[in-house]
């Protein structure tokens, strides 16, 4: 009786997990301070300090589709960025897709350029965000860059 239960999750976690929905990767579970990143080179360059990426597993997907050249079958990771300040202490939550700092071309002010996971709350999808004091502080309209 038990090993039938066994064998009805397992099998059950292989289907769920066979039709693309997100399951944990337990080897994957943490998050990281990433030092020096490239993403956050133009706030490191202008704020002549230590800002770490975070980036902060999510969960998985199992991918498989079938096409003209063959079939892939593949596990896709997804993780949440954001950012924190040279005592790692958190100035903008791990929760974006992607984060980069770029500056723009008008006033030559850094400023964050994130992209959140859907659903989506601007037009274009991006959030903006500029550092001061170490706080994140949301811009209103679309910077130039």
Not at 17 to 33: A, E, K, M, Q, W
Not at 47 to 74: C, N, P, T
Not at 94 to 110: G, I, L, M, N
Request: proline share 6%; aromatic share 18%.
């Amino acid at each position: 009786m038990i090993l039938v239960g066994l064998a009805i999750l397992t099998i059950g976690g292989y289907v769920y997990c066979f039709f693309g929905n997100p399951y944990p990767r337990l080897s994957l579970i943490g998050t990281d301070h990433i030092e020096n990143s490239e993403e956050l080179s133009v706030l490191n360059q202008q704020q002549e300090g230590a800002f770490y990426l975070i980036k902060k597993y999510k969960y998985s997907k199992h991918i498989w589709a079938i096409g003209f050249g063959g079939g892939v079958d593949r596990t896709d990771d997804f993780y949440g960025f954001g950012i924190a300040d040279g005592q790692k202490k958190t100035i903008l939550p791990p929760k974006f897709q992607s984060v980069q700092a770029y500056r723009d071309f008008q006033t030559q002010e850094v400023y964050i350029k994130c992209l959140p996971y859907p659903p989506y709350t601007t037009y274009d999808g991006y959030e903006y965000y500029k550092i001061e004091n170490n706080t994140a502080v949301p811009i209103k309209s679309k910077p130039y860059y």
